[in-house]
């Protein structure tokens, strides 16, 4: 499968529990993009990163939340002491990043329930 | 700020019916994607359309950025359509796309 592969697809936490959701991209990508959707809305824009630095994070939340794109290995979307309101479907996409054409593809999402 | 609005929130059709999708957004685009996302959360891509117009068996769609909006037509609308559609814009300086609030669509048999 040559497509954007997220995991865990499903996720429970405890309140106060960290959570890591892994991302890689689509072969041949170098930009991801995480998204976060609550329930009944629409997706939100998180996240943009390159590998190895972070681009824009103007949709993250100031605390708690991190994310990072190294040279080896997925993208990771780090929650700390997590909290109800973390409750969610989080959603990584792929793209080339060029000038001529930027589609973007989105994996499957992970959810994520605090309890 | 940058605004991606979409119409109608909602739409329920008869099954063979035609529908037409709107989205409005407030600056200059480079990118625009429309997506759907079936009842069990997935995100599909349905078309890359900065600009012009693309056809996809039943679906079609047409982009007017110096007017800026895209429409989503769906012809003889079957009840797999049913699911959230969403446009997502990628404007001028940026690779990262905002996303409309979305249309949620119902099509009954």
């Known amino acids: 499968n040559a497509g954007v592969m997220q995991n865990p697809r499903h996720l429970v936490r405890r309140r106060g529990q960290e959570a890591r959701l892994r991302c890689s991209p689509m072969k041949g990508h170098s930009h991801v993009y995480w998204y976060r959707q609550l329930p009944e809305e629409g997706l939100k824009f998180m996240v943009y990163?390159?590998?190895?630095?972070?681009?824009?994070e103007s949709g993250m939340p100031k605390e708690r939340f991190s994310a990072e794109f190294p040279k080896e290995g997925p993208s990771i979307l780090r929650i700390q002491q997590v909290v109800r309101g973390d409750s969610a479907a989080y959603f990584c996409a792929s793209s080339l990043g060029t000038d001529s054409g930027n589609t973007i593809y989105f994996g499957e999402g992970s959810w994520l329930t605090v309890v | 700020g940058i605004q991606v609005e979409q119409s109608p929130p909602d739409l329920i059709l008869q099954e063979g019916a035609n529908s037409t999708l709107r989205c409005n957004f407030s600056d200059s685009v480079n990118n625009l994607q429309w997506f759907h996302q079936n009842p069990w959360g997935q995100l599909i891509n349905l078309f890359y359309i900065p600009s012009g117009t693309k056809q996809n068996g039943r679906l079609s769609a047409t982009t007017v950025a110096t007017e800026r909006y895209s429409l989503l037509y769906i012809s003889s609308s079957q009840t797999t359509d049913s699911g959230v559609y969403f446009c997502?814009?990628?404007?001028?300086?940026?690779?990262?796309?905002?996303f409309g609030t979305g249309t949620r669509l119902k099509v009954l048999a």
């Open positions: 990163l390159q590998k190895e630095n972070i681009i824009d």
């Open positions: 997502a814009v990628g404007f001028s300086g940026t690779y990262k796309y905002i």
